[in-house]
């Protein structure tokens, strides 16, 4: 039986990625007709012509008017005023006369036309799968595409009503960072609890999740639009318009939407992709404003120094999003990026500077403006296996109950080793192994509600010896019991070095926790039954 032809697809606000798993079990990115790996956004009217994709964005020089973007997060959403104002300078943006959203007004050899936000989707929706049909050689099946986790039940209906217009069958709706912590390898058989931080061209998303048993959950998610790959497009377009000034005496970004601003502003993008990965980059304009050309340089560390400020929105939701999960730094396990923009080093820096030195901070899952379509790829690949039911809702949008606090065996008034973490879905089960001490009759089992530990803060003290100094103090435990829900005691024969207790931990969708503590080799076991807290 041929295998399926799935695809994973990020719809970008700026920038779309298609990718498939490949036969070496890879992703792989599908190459546009242009050869790249990312298709910009954008669509454009032009001569009786329609364009989609780099040349419709390199219509915003000189035809901006009739170029729309921004289609993506209008979908499912009424019109306003500030909506309008976030897209300006390219299609004007009206209410549509039904009041059914936003419209694109253009022009065209036929007029002035009015073109819905759901229409600019199914429209480039239709041009991505053309775009893949045409790289693979058959027709596509089935999709998952990839949707910002702040997107609303509307958004998300609206979102799949494109695809289906579109005629391309939408297989799940995969929420962005749940896409990115699978590329990641996040979501095996280790639990862990990771922040996904996404910087793309408009904005900035960062969401706690939690993966428990296999599964993930959002914990808490913030959003900011003061922090994108166009707020850092910007930073260096000031720069270098600063120095034009100087040169000729002429403010080329007087008028951010002028014809001289928006060459800058393409210009410094390639700019700004160089200065991730080489020290130094230049920026070339031909004929930028007054007839002159303009050619200049930068290097990381200035642009480090210019840019500095323009990070601490994406801290501030850093923090945001931690005290949504209620989570502190200390309790992550990694931070995942993804997004363009989050190859700039100093913002990864930026971002390091939030957690503390044991938390891994990652960008190795491929390309960063590839990561969340490769993750789409793969849930696509695991559907394709059956491994996933298709049609199954979106990671984040069932609103499945969660452990609201760690569970776990009472070490002492001070250690907790906890074996349900908190945000944990249920229904959830977990068996741990405890062995004891030869000669023992009694197994004690002291089940308690934790809590994290508060990280200490760093002490020094320049008067201690040297032998002081090179002793390393043990570890503090991660979590200190907060509140004890049950004690047992299982009555043994002696035990030698080999006898182990299982203590098994389950938790119902009711909340219920019942523990059980077995000796395998004597079959005796007693069991605790624990109420959900009110």
Same mark, same amino acid.
């Given at each position: ?32 007709? +242009? ?14 012509? !329609?364009?989609?994709?780099?040349? %419709? ?45 936003? !419209? ?36 596509? $099946? ?33 929420? !962005?960072?749940? *896409? ?8 095996g058989a280790r639990d862990q609890t990771v922040v996904v931080v996404d910087v793309g061209g408009t904005g900035a998303d960062v969401t706690v999740v939690a993966a428990r =048993? ?71 304009? !031909? ?31 850093? +923090?945001?999003?931690?005290?949504? %999960? ?13 997004? =363009? ?57 069932? *609103? ?58 760093? $002490? ?33 024969? %002696? ?10 931990f389950f938790v119902g969708t009711d909340a219920k926790l019942t523990v059980t503590a077995t000796e395998p080799a004597s079959g005796k076991s007693?069991?605790? $039954? ?5």
């Amino acid at each position: 039986m041929a295998a399926k032809t799935y695809i994973g697809l990020s719809l970008g606000n700026d920038n779309s990625v298609i990718a498939i798993i490949n036969k070496e079990h890879r992703a792989e990115v599908i190459a546009n007709e +242009d050869g790249e790996h990312k298709t910009p956004t954008f669509i454009a009217f032009s001569g009786g012509e !329609e364009f989609h994709g780099s040349q %419709a964005k390199h219509q915003l020089v000189r035809n901006a008017a009739n170029t729309i973007a921004g289609f993506r997060d209008m979908l499912g959403q009424a019109y306003s005023a500030e909506l309008a104002a976030k897209h300006a300078g390219c299609a004007r943006i009206e209410a549509a006369a039904d009041g059914s959203g936003a !419209e694109f007004v253009v022009g065209g050899e036929a007029g002035e036309q009015r073109v819905s936000a759901h229409s600019a989707a199914v429209r480039y929706l239709q041009r991505l799968r053309a775009t893949a049909e045409a790289y693979l050689g058959r027709a596509i $099946e089935g999709a998952v595409l990839a949707v910002p986790a702040r997107f609303g039940a509307e958004q998300r209906r609206a979102l799949a009503a494109a695809c289906a217009d579109a005629g391309l069958p939408l297989l799940q709706l995969l929420s !962005e960072p749940a *896409a990115a912590a699978a590329q990641y390898g996040v979501g095996g058989a280790r639990d862990q609890t990771v922040v996904v931080v996404d910087v793309g061209g408009t904005g900035a998303d960062v969401t706690v999740v939690a993966a428990r =048993g296999g599964l993930l959950a959002e914990a808490g998610r913030a959003h900011t639009d003061a922090l994108s790959g166009r707020a850092l497009d910007a930073v260096l377009a000031r720069h270098f318009a600063a120095d034009f000034r100087k040169q000729h005496g002429v403010d080329v970004l007087a008028d951010p939407h002028s014809r001289a601003a928006r060459k800058l502003l393409q210009a410094v993008e390639v700019t700004k992709r160089t200065l991730s990965a080489a020290p130094a980059a230049p920026c070339a304009v !031909e004929s930028l404003a007054a007839g002159a050309d303009y050619n200049a340089s930068i290097n990381r560390t200035r642009f480090d120094i210019l840019a500095k400020a323009a990070y601490a929105p994406l801290q501030a939701a850093i +923090d945001d999003a931690l005290r949504a %999960a209620g989570y502190s730094a200390d309790q992550i396990d990694e931070v995942l990026l993804c997004g =363009g923009a989050a190859r700039v080093r100093r913002l990864q820096a930026a971002v390091a500077a939030r957690f503390p030195a044991a938390t891994r901070v990652r960008d190795d899952a491929g390309e960063l403006d590839e990561v969340v379509a490769s993750g789409c790829a793969a849930q696509a690949a695991l559907i394709a296996q059956g491994a996933v039911p298709p049609q199954q809702p979106d990671a984040f949008g069932v *609103a499945a109950r969660v452990l609201a606090a760690p569970v776990g065996l009472r070490i002492s008034a001070d250690c907790l080793e906890p074996v349900l973490l908190k945000n944990t879905p249920l229904p959830a089960a977990r068996t741990v192994r405890v062995a004891l001490p030869a000669g023992e009759t009694r197994a004690y089992v002291a089940v308690s509600e934790g809590e994290p530990v508060p990280p200490r803060a760093d $002490e020094s003290d320049d008067d201690d010896d040297e032998d002081d100094v090179a002793s390393e103090p043990e570890l503090p435990p991660r979590y200190r019991p907060s509140r004890l829900l049950a004690e047992m005691v299982l009555e043994l024969d %002696a035990a030698t070095d080999a006898t182990r207790v299982d203590v098994e931990f389950f938790v119902g969708t009711d909340a219920k926790l019942t523990v059980t503590a077995t000796e395998p080799a004597s079959g005796k076991s007693i069991t605790a $039954e624990i109420p959900a807290s009110s």
